[in-house]
């Protein structure tokens, strides 16, 4: 089954080596059909385990064999999340099958507050996607009830939004905000004004993003959290891990999603302070630590699987020979247990929060990587991610998260964006070349093609 000819007619589909890049031998040792058909088969398990314990549900909980809904009422958040990827994968009958469920059931006039980052990367981003990808009007229709239903959020003092906001009344609430959830808005907000011709969604996120880079400190960083009514600092920590990590890489795909010189201008100057003060030469390797935003004193060695994403994000900037450096760094802390961790000390090599709740950075940088520099030694990472999920990971219903790496001791929730985000990469990482063009789309944080 050739999985790109689904998009031949919607833009997504490509060829080959990016421009200026001598693809090397293929590798002998990983058969990429072989493994693009094993990743695909474990999505599809996975798949319909979810349909069958949890259909219409947000979320499965495999061990349980029960289900989580986030607010007590259910987002279709599973479905959404994973649209994009049956597709991709040629799943065609469970995708229609999945829009048919959003299209009967999905509504956002809930009387609830919800969390604006997790609704806007999850769900905005996979109605977009979804409507780009299929057509259909009634994708599109939802994102933008959606979307005027999250625009008070940017009503605060400062233009940077609140943390919640009520689907139904408008209510904001936690001005205590941080820089991811702050600036890891514009893609979706962006296409969508883009599709809907309704300039404010764009305007709104792209000035929460101006508003939260013109308050970084005489240094070039950013703190770890900030509060959105006062525009004052609340804590200093500086580094790319959680809280931070997708502020950084919106500033580089909204240049390249929408040729925003601002945007460009505050990646590069951004990327320079990172480079100045965050990066930690060890004989372990290079990693990104963690600073006073204020000082650029050292306060913290930590590195783990969120900010495994950066090695793809200069990767996607064209720095080549950054990505590869971290993306080894991340490797040695998948092996130090078969699989990764939260956080580990990189000074000391050592765990220092043990959970793995199934995140897909790691194969993230994997996929942009192989797809920069053909180096087949990607490939075996992503053979390597592959089989450690399926041995640690897998139920007879599912894939669940673990509650230590070190232990193997498992949790008990499959989060959408395992669907939407860590099977997507590793297919991707071993599907052809021309299932899905990077040149002609741009990947939310949340792994949702959005057009260019």
Not at 122 to 149: N, V
Not at 278 to 292: K, R, S
Not at 399 to 409: A, I, N
Request: include cysteine; charge should be neutral.
């Amino acid at each position: 089954m050739k999985t790109g000819l689904i998009l031949a007619g919607l833009g997504l589909l490509l060829v080959g080596t990016p421009a200026g890049a001598e693809p090397p031998a293929a590798s002998a040792a990983v058969d990429r059909a072989a493994m693009a058909a094993a990743v695909r088969a474990e999505f599809l398990f996975a798949w319909k385990a979810y349909e069958q314990l949890a259909w219409g549900h947000d979320e499965l909980k495999p061990v349980s064999k029960t289900t989580r809904d986030w607010y007590g009422t259910s987002l279709e958040m599973t479905p959404v999340d994973a649209l994009d990827t049956l597709l991709l994968m040629g799943l065609k009958d469970d995708a229609e099958k999945a829009k048919a469920l959003i299209l009967a059931r999905l509504s956002f006039d809930k009387d609830v507050p919800v969390k604006n980052f997790e609704v806007t990367i999850r769900l905005l981003g996979g109605l977009l996607s979804g409507y780009q990808m299929t057509g259909d009007p009634g994708l599109l229709r939802l994102a933008e009830d959606l979307g005027t239903r999250l625009l008070p959020v940017f009503d605060s003092p400062t233009g940077m939004p609140y943390m919640y906001v009520n689907l139904k009344t408008g209510k904001t609430s936690g001005a205590k905000s941080n820089p991811a959830e702050i600036g890891t808005l514009l893609l979706e907000f962006g296409t969508l004004a883009r599709l809907t011709h309704k300039p404010v969604f764009y305007d709104k996120a792209k000035n929460a993003v101006v508003q939260l880079y013109n308050r970084r400190s005489l240094l070039g960083l950013v703190g770890e959290e900030i509060d959105v009514e006062t525009g004052r600092w609340t804590s200093r920590a500086s580094h790319v891990g959680g809280g931070i990590d997708s502020y950084y890489e919106y500033l580089l795909k909204c240049s390249l999603l929408f040729g925003d010189k601002d945007c460009t201008r505050m990646w590069k100057e951004s990327r320079r302070a990172l480079d100045a003060y965050l990066a930690d030469e060890t004989p372990a390797g290079l990693w990104y630590g963690q600073v006073d935003m204020v000082t650029g004193k050292r306060t913290a060695a930590e590195w783990g699987s969120l900010h495994a994403f950066l090695p793809a994000v200069l990767a996607l900037g064209g720095d080549l020979r950054q990505a590869r450096r971290l993306q080894d760094s991340s490797m040695k802390m998948w092996e130090l247990n078969g699989i990764e961790p939260e956080l580990i000390n990189y000074q000391t090599l050592q765990v220092t929060s043990p959970g793995y709740p199934l995140r897909p950075e790691i194969m993230e940088s994997a996929y942009y990587l192989y797809r920069s520099t053909k180096d087949p030694r990607y490939l075996d990472m992503g053979r390597t991610f592959f089989q450690g999920l399926v041995t640690h990971c897998r139920t007879a219903t599912g894939y669940t998260t673990l509650t230590s790496v070190v232990t193997k001791e498992k949790g008990d929730l499959m989060p959408s964006y395992f669907l939407a985000e860590t099977l997507k990469y590793l297919y991707l990482l071993f599907a052809p070349d021309d299932t899905l063009d990077l040149d002609r789309v741009v990947f939310n944080t949340e792994a949702h093609p959005l057009r260019r």
